[in-house]
């Protein structure tokens, strides 16, 4: 019983530490990784355009790049909503931030030339949680591209 007891702590010990290093950084890439998965189609030039957004946003080094973009990966693989990583960006963002990695998640969900309906329902609900209004929202759906 004592051993069950001291691996629940443990394991919620490591629950911390793995919360403790979300970056700024890191809860962006997530965002932006469960736009670009979310039609379930993982295209090389989505992912080439995510370590494009990835180095140019938060001048980082490749080598940096590569790391962020995996933990963003694995994190997007196992997060039940997306509070965690909106409420930081909240916390450090300004509103024009905010619509900016909104219009990076537009480009994100465009990069493959179409926009599935999975995708803009995503962004719409990111939106939401950076608190965007309806009208800041529009300002930064680009136009449809022909």
């Not at 030039?45 to 140019?56: K, W, Y």
């Given at each position: 019983m004592f051993l069950k007891i001291t691996r629940f702590i443990e394991s919620l010990n490591n629950d911390k530490e793995s919360h403790d290093e979300l970056t700024l950084e890191l809860a962006c890439t997530v965002l932006l990784c469960e736009v670009m998965r979310a039609d379930g189609q993982l295209q090389q030039?989505?992912?080439?355009?995510?370590?494009?957004?990835?180095?140019?946003e938060f001048s980082v080094t490749e080598e940096e790049v590569v790391e962020i973009i995996e933990k963003g990966i694995l994190l997007s693989d196992q997060a039940v909503d997306f509070y965690q990583f909106t409420?930081?960006?909240?916390?450090?963002?300004?509103?024009?931030?905010?619509?900016?990695?909104?219009?990076?998640?537009?480009?994100?969900?465009?990069?493959?030339?179409?926009?599935?309906?999975?995708?803009?329902?995503?962004?719409?609900?990111?939106?939401?949680?950076?608190?965007?209004?309806?009208?800041?929202?529009?300002?930064?759906?680009?136009?449809?591209?022909?």
């Open positions: 030039n989505e992912r080439d355009l995510l370590a494009h957004i990835v180095s140019e409420s930081l960006i909240n916390s450090h963002y300004s509103i024009e931030e905010r619509m900016n990695m909104v219009r990076l998640l537009w480009k994100i969900a465009y990069a493959d030339g179409e926009l599935a309906a999975i995708e803009e329902h995503i962004i719409r609900k990111i939106a939401d949680l950076l608190y965007l209004r309806q009208s800041e929202y529009i300002q930064t759906k680009p136009i449809k591209p022909k």
